[in-house]
C-alpha cells in the first residue's frame, strides 16, 4: 500500500526557513517522480514544484523560485522541500503527491501545515 | 500559464439527482504524444485530495461508476450520475499538459 508522509511544518516569522521531508512506502520510490502542492487557507489547490527521480530535473512555480529547493535522497525514500525567504503568502498545507501521468497523481500524503506570521 | 476556469463555482444538488461540472483551459490540453493530461480531483472536508479521473476519461480504481469524465481540447466535464452525502466536497479540475501544472478554482458540492 502507497503511503507517504509529511513532516516539519510549523509556525514561523517572515523571512525564517523551513525544510519539510516526505517519506514514500510501498512503491518504487526511486523511480518515481515527486510534487508539492499547497493549499492556502480559504483557497484552491496550487502546484508548487516537481521533482524527477534522478533529482536532476526540477521544476518550481514563478513565486517560489529562488526561495525553495527541492532534493530527495532514494536510499531513503525521501524528498525535501527546503523553504527560504518565507512569506506570509506561502502560508498553506503542503502536500506530498506522487508524479502520476504527468502532473500530481493518486497518492498524497495527509499535508503538514505551514503558517507564517509575526 | 494555462488558466483552468471551473464553473459553477457552487453546485446545490439534491441527492439522487446528476450533477455536471465544467472546465475549460485557456489552451488545448492535448499533448504532442497524443494524450490529454486534464485529471479530476474531489477534495472532502478533512481529506487529503483524492483523484477520480485521469486522462479525461479514465477512472480511477476503487471510484464508484457514478462519475465519469468527458471531453476534448479546451473543453471538459466531471458528470455526477446520482449524487450521495458522501459526493460533498470541492472539486478541481488538473491540467498536466504544459508546465507550470494549474488546477481550476475549485467546485463546491453541497446537498440541498
Known amino acids: 500500500q502507497v503511503h507517504l508522509v509529511e513532516s516539519g511544518g510549523g509556525a514561523v516569522q517572515p523571512g525564517r526557513s523551513l525544510r519539510l521531508s516526505c517519506i514514500g512506502s510501498?512503491?518504487?520510490?526511486?523511480?518515481?517522480?515527486m510534487h508539492w502542492v499547497r493549499q492556502a487557507p480559504g483557497k484552491g489547490l496550487e502546484w508548487v514544484a516537481v521533482?524527477?527521480?534522478?533529482?536532476?530535473?526540477?521544476y518550481y512555480i514563478d513565486s517560489v523560485k529562488g526561495r525553495f529547493t527541492l532534493s530527495r535522497d532514494n536510499s531513503k525514500s525521501t524528498v525535501f522541500l527546503q523553504m527560504n525567504s518565507l512569506r506570509p503568502d506561502d502560508m498553506s498545507l503542503y502536500y506530498c503527491?506522487?508524479?502520476?501521468?504527468?502532473?500530481?497523481?493518486?497518492?498524497w500524503g495527509q499535508g503538514t501545515l505551514v503558517t507564517v506570521s509575526s | 500559464d494555462v488558466v483552468m476556469t471551473q464553473s459553477p463555482r457552487s453546485l446545490p444538488v439534491t441527492l439522487g439527482q446528476p450533477a455536471s461540472i465544467s472546465c475549460r483551459s485557456s489552451q488545448t490540453l492535448l499533448y504532442s504524444d497524443g494524450n490529454t493530461y486534464l485529471d479530476w480531483f474531489q477534495l472532502r472536508p478533512g481529506q487529503s485530495p483524492r483523484r477520480l479521473i485521469y486522462k479525461v476519461s479514465n477512472r480511477d480504481s476503487g471510484v464508484p461508476d457514478r462519475f465519469s469524465g468527458s471531453g476534448s481540447g479546451t473543453d471538459f466535464t466531471l458528470k455526477i450520475s446520482r449524487v450521495e452525502a458522501e459526493d460533498v466536497g470541492i472539486y478541481y479540475c488538473m491540467q498536466g499538459t504544459h508546465w507550470p501544472v494549474t488546477f481550476g478554482g475549485g467546485t463546491k458540492v453541497e446537498i440541498k
Open positions: 521533482i524527477s527521480y534522478d533529482g536532476r530535473t526540477r
Open positions: 510501498g512503491f518504487n520510490f526511486s523511480s518515481s517522480t
Open positions: 503527491v506522487r508524479g502520476g501521468t504527468s502532473g500530481p497523481g493518486k497518492y
